[in-house]
Antibody, heavy 120, light 109 residues
Framework: QVTLKESGPGILQPSQTLSLTCSFS??????????VGWIRQSSGKGLEWLAN???????YYNPSLKNRLTISKDTSNNQAFLKITNMDTADTATYYC????????????WGQGASVTVSS | DIVLTQSPALAVSLGQRATISCKTN??????????MHWYQQKPGQQPKLLIY???NLASGIPARFSGRGSGTDFTLTIDPVEADDTATYYC????????FGAGTKLELK
């Protein structure tokens, strides 16, 4: 059974850097074709893909946010990470991580989400 | 960027058919596959995969859900609609990075 769980600071101030952790089980990011992605959703709004990292350490970023994002992984501990610099109130959202099944490039399992509020 | 367009809302009666459309501004087909997927999201929950590659039912999803389409035009059908199906439905393309439609909120009449 594939499970994912996000963790983060909950609240941070404008201009700070957000650090998120995705802890997962049921698959390994060292396995060929595996991938983990990050997606966010502002309150009452739609879904926005942010970044994803593949088993071979290939990384892809949303072009509109690329200069603020860094994705990484710790294969031995089954974790993936996302950092977003220079946070703004507009970045207040629920942040999800998801497994991306490489054969179909589909997000087939999602975490429950981590709520992040940016406020001074 | 590939832009996905969905109608914002749809109201149907219990037991009837619901058809949700998704149109893209670019072709999402590649080597025989349509890289279009559908997700269901209920309030306070994470999205759940329903359909992948336009027409394939995800594991554990009831056969009341089906998807079809290719190129730039796709539909998700729920037949018959049950009360538990009230949710927002998102289409997503993975032909070129990943983008989502704005979602269609399914309500009961």
């Amino acid at each position: 059974q594939v499970t994912l769980k996000e963790s983060g600071p909950g609240i941070l101030q404008p201009s700070q850097t957000l650090s998120l952790t995705c802890s997962f089980s049921g698959f390994s990011l060292s396995t060929y074709g595996m991938c983990v992605g990050w997606i966010r959703q502002s309150s009452g709004k739609g879904l926005e893909w942010l970044a994803n990292i593949w088993w071979n350490d290939d990384k892809y970023y949303n072009p509109s946010l690329k200069n603020r994002l860094t994705i990484s992984k710790d294969t031995s501990n089954n974790q993936a990470f996302l950092k977003i610099t220079n946070m703004d109130t507009a970045d207040t959202a629920t942040y999800y991580c998801a497994r991306i099944y490489g054969d179909y490039y589909v997000m087939d399992a999602w975490g429950q989400g981590a709520s992040v509020t940016v406020s001074s | 960027d590939i832009v996905l367009t969905q109608s914002p809302a749809l109201a149907v009666s219990l037991g009837q058919r619901a058809t949700i459309s998704c149109k893209t501004n670019q072709n999402v087909d590649y080597y025989g596959n349509s890289y279009m997927h559908w997700y269901q999201q209920k309030p306070g929950q994470q999205p759940k995969l329903l359909i992948y590659l336009a027409s394939n039912l995800a594991s554990g999803i009831p056969a009341r859900f089906s998807g079809r389409g290719s190129g730039t035009d796709f539909t998700l059908t729920i037949d018959p609609v049950e009360a538990d199906d009230t949710a927002t439905y998102y289409c997503q393309q993975s032909r070129n990075l990943y983008t989502f439609g704005a979602g269609t909120k399914l309500e009961l009449k």
